[in-house]
Antibody, heavy 118, light 109 residues
């Protein structure tokens, strides 16, 4: 069974860069059938898709975040990562990593709360 | 504003059926048969309950069903149970993105 686990700082200062890593276990991140996404959810609000990366390194991003987002993949470590620059309090949320097969999110990490505050 | 539009809340009594709509455009919901639905309990991880409009993953109750007409997809829960009280989100393939709906809170009266 594929499992995902997010890791990274839980507190980031305004204007700095948020960096998270997702480690995939129980399967290879290089499986050609899956792409790997980041999704976030502010407290009490809905899900927001941030972006995704394919094993090839090709990426797609939410247009509303595109200027600040970067997703990368390290197949040797079975990990993919998220960087979000120039963060503000509006970026405070639970961040999920997820494995996407076709058009559905089959696998989800447990989520990690990132708070933007000085 | 979410890319896909869902009602903020719906409610129903045990045993009844309810339907949650998810309205998009011809560039997402209406253009592809790739709508999925997720159930989320407070403080928990979302769980896939419907994919490709009307398919259920293994282990998901057959009380959950999905359909689509034009630019609107629907999730129907029949024989409503107390355990169905949760938030529900739709999502659709949209080419280079995968937007979610704003979510619908289901209350079982």
């Amino acid at each position: 069974q594929v499992q995902l686990q997010e890791s990274g700082p839980g507190l980031v200062k305004p204007s700095q860069t948020l960096s998270l890593t997702c480690t995939v276990s129980g399967g290879s991140i290089s499986s050609g059938s899956y792409s790997w996404s980041w999704i976030r959810q502010p407290a009490g609000k809905g899900l927001e898709w941030i972006g995704r990366i394919y094993t090839s390194g090709s990426t797609n991003y939410n247009p509303s975040l595109k200027s600040r987002v970067s997703i990368s993949i390290d197949t040797s470590k079975n990990q993919f990562s998220l960087k979000l620059t120039s963060v503000t309090a509006a970026d405070t949320a639970v961040y999920y990593c997820a494995g996407k097969y076709s058009a559905r999110f089959d696998y989800w990490g447990q989520g990690t709360l990132v708070t933007v505050s000085s | 504003q979410s890319a896909l539009t869902q009602p903020a809340s719906v409610s129903g009594s045990p045993g009844q059926s309810i339907t949650i709509s998810c309205t998009g455009t011809s560039s997402d919901v209406g253009g592809y048969d790739y709508v999925s639905w997720y159930q989320q309990y407070p403080g928990k991880v979302p769980k896939l309950i419907i994919y490709d409009v009307s398919n259920r993953p293994s282990g998901v109750s057959n009380r959950f069903s999905g359909s689509k007409s034009g630019n609107t997809a629907s999730l129907t829960i029949s024989g409503l149970q107390a355990e169905d009280e949760a938030d529900y989100y739709c999502s659709s393939y949209a080419g280079s993105s995968t937007p979610f709906g704003g979510g619908t809170k289901l209350t079982v009266l």
